[in-house]
């Protein structure tokens, strides 16, 4: 057991002025490369680990947090405001933050996502900081065919509820897992699909599929609505009420409950290593919807569906470091670069840390807190400027977009051929919105194939035949049960009682 003194001692470290500087700058860089569609916090991370050699362990893992944290804020503001996600966690945030922008309530919109977002970002740090090893226990008894289960059931919610057809959201989950499929098997390394291209054996660049279907197409076709006179990308009325720019105290208050679900279920897959914060998002989202007294106004503005999707992912951020600092197993993208950091710093992350290196981390629990203090504020602060941005004229703002996208795509694969790859999935994209097939269902399909494939192949090599042994699994038959039955209720029971058009 920790003592009191350690803590302070910690504590004491991190609240200097030299490590403020270090976390604000961290958090302001942070949220304008998350703003960047593209870009987004992980690569600025990657980028700047370089850079913190010269720093002590404590501010450079300082600084790198607070443009994680800072990332998570600045991808709902062009998700929100021209429906382009600056990164893969805000795509939920686009199916109501966009709807209230073309309602002329962008500041609200925005507003609401930056007070969720932290809101659900001060919670999951808490839960790190109380219950950590815990948790992490927890989350280490589930093994693959646990968090098989778990994603079953969740592409059964998502297939569901979003989009008017099950039929449909199943196929175009299929058709993500499929996409996902290409490059280098995760079990035995045998490449598929790659057609001759060495591009292809890390399998399709993510950052290529998300922007292409969720950005470029919706880029291309607001491009050819305009006819005639060019106005601004978002009109917002000259009349608009104060009320439209701003969220009371009554509004943030009415979430509250939409707020700590999006939390607690950010919280849990977070500390379970492999689940990211779109799965958070999207699971958060549907069960607002599902348990709303007003379903049908989901994906038409609600206010409700921002501060679902928004607690959600960022509370991600806080508890993918339980099993990164308590067991040494990063639960994502951004955590393994933490944990490279650490060890770059000659910390070992595993059981042994807080008992070895204590002070410092109580240090780094002291500057999440601080960091989450400065993200609102410099958030209040940017949002303002973001929103007369969109303001502009439509031949300036998309072309704009497109450009800052196809940079992001070439700076992220590096090549031309992430480039062509966006547009290929653009023009999918465009096609499936056509016929009526949920675009985002396959993108989140597509983010968690391959972590979907090892499971599935992991956990038919325990069974290895013997199916009885699910028996020994509750956990495992009750995620599955629970998909059957959200198929059914969401599917056909649902349809059952629509009429015909």
């Known amino acids: 057991m920790i003592d009191i003194t350690t803590i302070l001692a910690g504590l004491a470290d991190a609240f200097t002025l030299y490590n403020l500087v270090l976390v604000l700058s961290g958090v302001i860089v942070g949220q304008l490369v998350g703003a960047v569609p593209g870009v987004g916090p992980v690569m600025a991370m990657a980028v700047a680990i370089p850079f913190t050699f010269v720093l002590d362990p404590l501010p450079a893992i300082a600084f790198l947090m607070g443009v994680n944290k800072g990332g998570l804020v600045g991808g709902a503001i062009p998700a929100i405001l021209i429906n382009t996600p600056g990164t893969p966690d805000a795509a939920a945030t686009t199916l ?6 073309c309602r002329g309530m962008p500041e609200k919109a925005t507003k609401m996502a930056l007070y969720s977002s932290v809101s659900g970002d001060l919670f999951s740090d808490i839960v790190l900081i109380t219950v950590a090893p815990l948790i992490a226990t927890i989350a280490l008894k589930m093994g ?3 968090i098989l289960a778990l994603m079953v ?3 059964s919610i998502i297939a569901g509820l979003v989009g008017d ?18 490059g280098l098997d995760p079990e035995n390394s045998t490449p598929r699909f790659i057609f001759g291209h060495f591009e292809l054996y890390d399998g399709l660049p993510l950052v290529s599929v998300a922007l292409g279907m969720l950005a470029v197409a919706e880029i291309f076709r607001r491009l050819a609505m305009i006819r005639g006179k060019i106005g601004a990308a978002v009109s917002i009325p000259k009349t608009q009420k104060r009320a439209d720019r701003r969220v009371s105290w009554a509004e943030y208050w009415s979430c509250k409950y939409t707020i700590l679900r999006g939390s607690v279920i950010g919280t849990i897959l977070g500390a379970i290593p492999g689940l990211d914060s779109s799965a958070a998002a999207f699971m958060s989202y549907a069960t607002a919807k599902q348990t709303s007294r007003d379903p049908d106004s989901f994906g038409k503005g609600n206010i409700h569906g921002v501060a679902a999707t928004e607690s959600a992912n960022s509370s991600v951020s806080g508890a993918n470091l339980i099993p990164l600092l308590t067991l040494g197993l990063p639960g994502n993208i951004a955590a393994a670069l933490i944990i490279s950091a650490l060890m770059i710093h000659g910390i070992q992350p595993g059981p042994l840390l807080f008992h070895e290196q204590g002070q410092m981390i109580y240090g780094l629990f002291g500057a999440l807190l601080m960091a989450n203090v400065l993200n609102l504020f410099s958030g209040l602060i940017g949002l303002r400027i973001w929103a007369r941005v969109i303001k502009a004229p439509e031949s300036f703002i998309f072309p704009t977009a497109l450009l800052l996208c196809m940079t992001g795509v070439y700076i992220a694969t590096g090549s ?5 790859v966006m547009f290929a999935f653009a023009l ?7 016929f009526g097939y949920s675009v985002i269902v396959f993108v989140i399909a597509f983010f ?28 495992a038959l009750l995620l599955f ?3 059957l039955f959200s198929t059914y209720w969401l599917g056909f029971r649902r349809n059952r009682g629509k009429k015909p058009a």
Do not use: H
């Open 416 to 420: 031309l051929f992430g480039v062509a």
């Open 428 to 434: 999918l994209g465009f096609i499936m919105n056509a």
């Open 448 to 475: 968690l194939g391959e972590r979907f494939e090892l499971s599935l192949s992991q956990s038919l090599n325990l069974i290895d035949g013997e199916y009885s042994l699910l028996l020994t699994r509750p956990v």
């Open 96 to 101: 109501d933050g966009y709807p209230m922008t």
């Open 144 to 146: 693959p065919i646990e």
């Open 165 to 182: 057809s099950m039929v449909k959201g199943i196929v175009a989950a299929a058709a993500g897992l499929f996409c996902a499929t290409v």
């Open 481 to 483: 049960g629970l998909a």
């Open 153 to 155: 059931f969740a592409f």
